[in-house]
């Protein structure tokens, strides 16, 4: 039991420094909102403790909106029309998911699905988009998706950080988001591709201001284990493990313009494309496949190229 409980406890850390605070101290207003919403967010929320975050809200006129997974605003809710109806809630889902036995440590859990790189700020007031991206799974093999994000406003008041309301459970990707602009890289007039093309462009015209390029990429946890036994999982933790190594960076799967996949048997192909299809919208990176000898376990890994706007 002792040995177990220093398992998790590691992986906890390993977890924390992946995805560290990615601000530095000369973003001291970045890091201060990041550790808020983040750090001191997953660590209250997994105590069931509301004390730890209570002094983090501006009470007065505090108003929360709930997206309920919609992208029309025309659907969206004022569920919580006051920090009291929100301080509510929050200790009831508290409650709720951790009475659930996870598969994984539920405080890393959160920490390996939650990613905020986007802060802006203006004066004394600031705008940070935080997302939740993953799947939870319980020891019953049931699974809990997140695929939303959440826009915290937030305002300094006494030189500290506090949230003053949010907008919560806005789809983080729709179906119906199609031929995006994306700053630094777009599809080329006149590109063409076969009719039986996968789920990427033909080509792709990059102006970028840095470039980013991250390793292969595999369904392995922080311990170094290799997890989930069908393409279906281990393509999903895969592209899951590329969005925190880009995040550190402050990228999203949005700034890849180039993907090269190596897979164990391509015959799985198109159930590979079925996964990764799901979590990029147009244009799509360019993309390069091979079947390749792969490390004891691993059915697919996966490398990217990212512009840094």
């Excluded at 890091?31 to 730890?52: G, P």
């Excluded at 949005?254 to 996949?261: A, I, R, S, T, W």
Aim: with cysteine; aromatic share 10%; proline share 4%.
């Amino acid at each position: 039991m002792k040995m177990q409980f220093l398992t998790i406890r590691s992986t906890i850390k390993n977890i924390r420094k992946m995805l560290r605070n990615p601000f530095s101290n000369d973003e001291s207003d970045r890091f201060e909102i990041w550790e808020m919403l983040v750090h001191r967010d997953i660590m209250a929320f997994v105590q069931q403790d509301w004390s730890m975050i209570a002094d983090d809200f501006i009470e007065e006129n505090f108003m929360g909106i709930d997206a309920g997974g919609h992208s029309d605003p025309n659907a969206w809710k004022l569920k919580f029309p006051d920090l009291q109806a929100y301080k509510k809630s929050w200790l009831e889902q508290a409650k709720s998911i951790n009475e659930i036995k996870w598969e994984e440590d539920i405080e890393a859990a959160l920490y390996r699905i939650t990613i905020l790189k986007d802060i802006e700020i203006n004066g004394k007031g600031a705008l940070a988009h935080k997302w939740f991206f993953g799947d939870l799974s319980s020891s019953d093999g049931k699974q809990k998706s997140m695929n939303w994000q959440t826009l915290y406003r937030c305002r300094k008041i006494n030189d500290k950080w506090k949230i003053a309301g949010f907008t919560g459970y806005i789809p983080h990707q729709s179906e119906s988001k199609k031929n995006c602009y994306i700053p630094g890289k777009e599809v080329p007039a006149g590109a063409s591709q076969h009719k039986t093309a996968g789920p990427y462009s033909p080509v792709l015209q990059i102006n970028p201001k840095q470039l980013v390029v991250i390793s292969g990429q595999a369904a392995i946890n922080p311990e170094g284990t290799v997890r989930g036994e069908t393409i279906e999982k281990q393509t999903k933790l895969t592209l899951e493990n590329c969005r925190n190594q880009l995040a550190s960076v402050r990228c999203s799967l949005d700034d890849v313009f180039k993907v090269k996949v190596y897979m164990k048997d391509l015959d799985e192909w198109a159930r590979f494309n079925k996964i990764y299809k799901e979590y990029f919208v147009e244009p799509r990176p360019v993309r390069t496949a091979v079947q390749a000898g792969l490390l004891t376990g691993l059915l697919v890994e996966i490398e990217m190229w990212a512009v840094k706007r």
